[in-house]
């Protein structure tokens, strides 16, 4: 899926589908925004985004203690 991330000042602000939405939700957090001082720079990125799902679990029995038994102390 072709996903638009946003970042503020080199942090990732928030991710839209579409470059439009990217765009209206930066101008409505510059909107926001109370004096020049506080101006933020920002950047878009356009990516795929991708589900990565975890590998199965291999299972191979009781793991065994290193070291002695109590009963070979």
């Known amino acids: 899926m072709e996903r638009y991330h946003v970042f503020r000042d080199g ?8 470059r439009e939405e990217a765009i209206d939700l930066i101008r409505a957090h510059q909107r926001r ?3 020049p001082f506080l101006k933020a720079q920002f950047s878009i990125i356009k990516g795929e985004e991708e589900f990565i799902p975890y590998e199965p679990l291999v299972r191979s029995g009781v793991k065994e203690k290193k070291g002695k038994s109590n009963h070979e102390r």
């Open 11 to 18: 942090t990732n602000f928030g991710a839209a589908s579409t």
């Open 33 to 35: 925004e109370t004096h």
